[in-house]
């Protein structure tokens, strides 16, 4: 999964006054009670590692069918419709788009194909990034706890399912802070707000209806996912590579950011054929903290195709386009990602070319 919670946090905070106020006329007995039953509903306590490793998990070993709603303060608001299973040791999600144009994406583990019905095109491509909430690489990572704090917030109801509320705080203004609402059996994330370093939602998505534990056959979304008849099959070809080894750097990491995969995409050249020298292809380095990340293109400047330099907000994601400063100027930079552009900015900066 690649939130109002003020709204939440008041209306919590005159539900405790009035059970201060009820509380003063009961027994000592009655009160003692009270205090154990609301402590039953705090969210349990856990780690920053411990809770995002709940989640994840959450994720991947539930089958479920719901619809899904994205939304940002702007009005933007795109739905899909998801269907998850796990068969083993694989992974099997479709995901039908509700609004915009028709889409359909099928997801084998890391094989994902996106039917366009409208051009009758089949996209195929394996991700090594599968942009699900949280983003964490296979192995638990305990430095995430050197970025971010948790605090429980506390309990309640999305589509039907029992939630615990948390909190993720940024240390530092590279990367926003997070409420979530996790299934209080699965650990499934229900609802996720993003927020800024101002504690404004900058978005928000969750379930509008859910059901866990569906019965959702493997056999009949692989049969979708292979029936490609009337479609042109496109596929996006990635040749796994590294920075060095196509001469690029940062010159000063970026806190909390670690690399998670290096491609490079072949440019087609004039006769059809791909191009055969190195520089010409596009290339595409990705970070991510666990939760963020972050993906730089970098391509050839062409002044006759690359665009001007600018900025782009949808949601929580950022985007920067920029030709890159001497020496690395013929070149072109887009830096894509959930996080503040300052995140972005530091990326960019941080570039430099070595060869």
Request: proline content about 6%.
């Amino acid at each position: 999964m690649p939130f109002s919670a003020r709204a939440f946090v008041l209306v919590f905070a005159a539900f405790c006054l009035a059970q201060a106020a009820t509380a003063q006329t009961r027994s000592g007995t009655a009160n003692a009670k009270s205090a154990a039953t609301a402590q039953t509903d705090e969210p349990p306590a856990m780690s920053v590692t411990e809770w995002l490793q709940r989640m994840h998990t959450g994720a991947r070993q539930r089958n479920y069918v719901g619809t899904f709603v994205v939304s940002a303060p702007g009005g933007d608001l795109s739905s899909a419709r998801i269907w998850h299973v796990r068969d083993g040791e694989h992974q099997i999600e479709r995901i039908e788009a509700l609004t915009g144009p028709p889409r359909s994406t099928f997801r084998r583990n890391r094989n994902v194909m996106t039917f366009l019905p409208e051009a009758k095109v089949v996209k195929v491509e394996k991700r090594e990034n599968l942009d699900l909430f949280p983003n964490l690489p296979d192995k638990p990572d305990s430095s995430i706890g050197d970025f971010y704090d948790v605090r429980a917030i506390g309990k309640d109801r999305v589509a039907g399912f029992d939630a615990d509320v948390v909190q993720l705080v940024p240390h530092d203004g590279l990367r926003f802070g997070y409420r979530i609402w996790s299934e209080r059996r699965s650990g499934l994330v229900v609802k996720l707000q993003t927020v800024d370093s101002d504690s404004r939602v900058v978005e928000q998505s969750a379930f509008s209806e859910l059901q866990l534990d569906a019965p959702v056959k493997a056999q009949a979304l692989a049969q979708m996912m292979s029936n490609t008849a009337g479609y042109r099959v496109e596929k996006l070809e990635l040749e796994r590579s590294n920075a060095q080894d196509e001469g690029w750097t940062l010159r000063t990491p970026v806190a909390g950011f670690k690399p998670r995969s290096f491609f490079r995409r072949p440019t087609t050249g004039d006769d059809g054929g791909k191009a055969k020298q190195q520089d010409a292809a596009t290339v595409q380095w990705t970070f991510s903290d666990g939760l963020a990340s972050v993906s730089l293109f970098i391509e050839r400047y062409d002044p006759a195709r690359s665009p001007r330099d600018g900025v782009l907000t949808i949601g929580a994601t950022n985007a920067i386009r920029r030709r890159l400063p001497e020496p690395a100027s013929d070149w072109w930079l887009t830096a894509v990602g959930e996080v503040p552009q300052q995140t972005l900015n530091a990326f960019a900066q941080s570039l430099a070319r070595t060869r």
